[in-house]
């Protein structure tokens, strides 16, 4: 069945790029309809949706953080990714990679075991 | 941005029993295609969320049956008909009708 790992580094400076990499196994992140989407944790916090990218290339990201957002897929290597600009503490939390199924992605399945990403000079 | 708002944020249960979550959005989540995508999800001690239902009241590839959805228009319910002690953990709801939004989660917990 199709897995998720998210990789990245667990430390960024403040006012830098957070950038991180889903792999996605057990199946081509080219083959069917599925959004795949970045979510984000802070610890002890609810969730908040980041943005998704869909095979084609097209991207919806969450309005508040969309002036520092940016995803992209890379299916030769079966991945996506996660850029964040200009990072601030608040943007510390463990990162999730999912998979959008359903009519337009709208459900998720499966996510990746998450990754924390902590922001600190 | 539609907001979600879930009740109680802590459900203290016995085992054996009934639990219930509500989650209230600020708006209809009827999308215009006819679909509301309003759906429940677990998240066990650290571990990642995981489906439970989508769509209101369909429960997703392995889910036990003790799982419920309910609700239409702005006001949903989870129920668990019988708790089981892998049952705790925090449960949200997210709705994806107007971008992606999620409630702030629900505690539960065994007495």
């Known amino acids: 069945q199709v897995q998720l790992q998210e990789s990245g580094p667990g430390l960024v400076k403040p006012s830098q790029t957070l950038s991180l990499t889903c792999t996605v196994s057990g199946g081509s992140i080219s083959s069917g309809s599925y959004y795949w989407s970045w979510i984000r944790q802070p610890a002890g916090k609810g969730l908040e949706w980041i943005g998704r990218i869909y095979t084609s290339g097209s991207t919806n990201y969450n309005p508040s953080l969309k002036s520092r957002v940016t995803i992209s897929v890379d299916t030769s290597k079966n991945q996506f990714s996660l850029k964040l600009s200009s990072v601030t503490a608040a943007d510390t939390a463990v990162y999730y990679c999912a998979r959008g199924i359903g009519y337009g992605g709208r459900w998720f399945d499966p996510w990746g075991q998450g990754t924390l990403v902590t922001v600190s000079s | 941005d539609i907001v979600m708002t879930q009740t109680p944020l802590s459900s203290p249960v016995t085992l054996g029993q009934p639990a219930s979550i509500s989650c209230r959005s600020s708006q209809s989540l009827v999308h215009s295609d006819g679909n509301t995508y309003l759906s429940w999800l677990q998240q066990r001690p650290g571990q990642p969320p995981r489906l439970l239902i989508y769509k209101i009241s369909n429960r997703f590839s392995g889910v036990p049956d003790r799982f419920s959805g309910s609700g239409a228009g702005t006001d949903f319910t989870l129920k668990i008909s019988r708790v089981e002690a892998e049952d705790v953990g925090v449960y949200y709801c997210?709705?994806?009708?107007?971008?992606?939004?999620f409630g702030q989660g629900t505690r539960l917990e065994i007495k």
């Open positions: 997210m709705q994806a009708t107007q971008s992606i939004t």
